[in-house]
């Protein structure tokens, strides 16, 4: 059967319903949308973890866990002196580490359900901060200009490195974990080699803030989004040209990438713009939107500013091809017909004869 397939995004809006705030850590809980930002998402076995905000930076936020299939609900885990702005996990899912406005990182082992809080361990406001592929250390990069390297084990910065006096605005490791992109806000990323935390260079993206970047899935490339509404790729070294692969209508703050290599760029304005194949789709939210992370194939969470988590699912749709039109056959040169005829009349000849006998 000739068929086409076709692949749309749909946003499906999750109401968080207002109730108050629960004692308990384990009990999930609904919270006030129209107040709590989430600031970041970050994978945690089969569930999620989410920082929280409100408009107020200074009031304590908190990390809650949030399962793919109903985002509505969210189990608080720990809270934080301030405003919760970027966590990160381990890939075996034990750790989770969160940094707040006021530069706290917290590390909570998932097991123990223990959170440790390491009062300004990075100094002043981090918007980012990654774990590193052996999830020994965690990375941060706060408003300073500064990226350290927390040891976990240890319980202290082993690490930092100045980068020029712009604030971090957003961290990434290479795939093959042997360097560490850091984007800034005078327009530039860095690049860190790792684990040496050595600056080896910087690319410079645009005369605006770079918001936010993300490696390909090879190493190989950087994809950055910045305040003058440009989705750009570079290559991931010293100098290298960046170009523009799509334009939004505000600025584009965050990137996420799945593991097929598929990209999402969100804008602060709430517009989430997919690229796949050379194709770019684009979606609308109500919200403004802070963080995005894939759930798996086809599924990506959305935290946004007002309207808590969504999701972007993936929807399939068979189109089949157009009938054939019906052609009339010509007309051969020696008609089928006579050498039918031929055949059946020596066949009943040879019958006749065999009857005779």
């Given at each position: 059967m000739n068929a086409r397939l076709l692949t749309a995004f749909a946003v499906a809006l999750i109401a968080l319903p207002h109730a108050a705030r629960a004692d308990h850590h384990e009990e999930k809980k609904s919270v006030d949308s129209e107040s709590l930002w989430i600031t970041s998402i970050a994978p945690v076995g089969d569930s999620f973890a989410v920082g929280t905000a409100t408009g107020l930076l200074l009031r304590p936020g908190a990390v809650s866990r949030v399962s793919p299939d109903n985002v509505n609900e969210l189990e608080e885990l720990y809270e934080h002196p301030a405003a919760v702005w970027t966590i990160a996990s381990t890939k075996d899912g034990k750790t989770i580490a969160s940094s707040d406005y006021l530069g706290n990182l917290v590390v909570y082992d998932?097991?123990?359900?223990?959170?440790?809080?390491?009062?300004?361990?990075?100094?002043?406001?981090?918007?980012?901060?990654?774990?590193?592929?052996?999830?020994?250390?965690v990375v941060a990069g706060n408003e300073s200009g500064k990226v350290f390297s927390w040891n976990l084990a240890e319980g202290k910065v082993e690490k930092s490195v100045e980068l020029g006096g712009a604030s971090i605005t957003c961290l990434a490791f290479s795939p093959d974990g042997t360097q560490v992109a850091?984007?800034?806000?005078?327009?530039?990323?860095?690049?860190?080699?790792?684990?040496?935390?050595?600056?080896?260079?910087?690319?410079?993206?645009?005369?605006?803030?770079?918001?936010?970047?993300?490696?390909?899935?090879?190493?190989?490339?950087?994809?950055?989004?910045?305040?003058?509404?440009?989705?750009?790729?570079?290559?991931?070294?010293?100098?290298?040209?960046?170009?523009?692969?799509?334009?939004?209508?505000?600025?584009?703050?965050?990137?996420?990438?799945?593991?097929?290599?598929?990209?999402?760029?969100?804008?602060?304005?709430?517009?989430?713009?997919?690229?796949?194949?050379?194709?770019?789709?684009?979606?609308?939210?109500?919200?403004?939107?802070?963080?995005?992370?894939?759930?798996?194939?086809?599924?990506?969470?959305?935290?946004?500013?007002?309207?808590?988590?969504?999701?972007?699912?993936?929807?399939?749709?068979?189109?089949?091809?157009?009938?054939?039109?019906?052609?009339?056959?010509?007309?051969?040169?020696?008609?089928?017909?006579?050498?039918?005829?031929?055949?059946?009349?020596?066949?009943?000849?040879?019958?006749?004869?065999?009857?005779e006998e």
């Open positions: 998932v097991a123990s359900k223990e959170a440790k809080t390491h009062d300004a361990a990075f100094e002043r406001w981090c918007q980012s901060l990654v774990i590193a592929p052996d999830d020994k250390s850091a984007s800034d806000g005078a327009g530039k990323v860095h690049l860190l080699k790792w684990p040496e935390l050595e600056s080896v260079g910087a690319v410079t993206i645009s005369e605006e803030t770079a918001w936010c970047v993300a490696y390909a899935s090879d190493s190989k490339s950087l994809y950055v989004g910045s305040s003058d509404r440009n989705l750009y790729r570079a290559e991931a070294k010293p100098d290298a040209k960046a170009e523009s692969i799509a334009t939004g209508s505000d600025w584009i703050t965050r990137i996420a990438v799945s593991q097929s290599g598929e990209i999402a760029a969100s804008e602060i304005g709430g517009r989430i713009h997919f690229a796949s194949g050379g194709s770019v789709t684009t979606l609308g939210a109500e919200s403004g939107v802070w963080s995005l992370c894939f759930a798996g194939p086809g599924k990506l969470l959305v935290g946004t500013r007002k309207d808590g988590v969504l999701t972007a699912g993936q929807t399939w749709t068979l189109i089949k091809a157009s009938p054939k039109e019906e052609t009339t056959p010509e007309p051969s040169d020696a008609p089928e017909e006579d050498g039918e005829e031929e055949a059946e009349a020596a066949e009943k000849e040879e019958a006749d004869a065999a009857k």
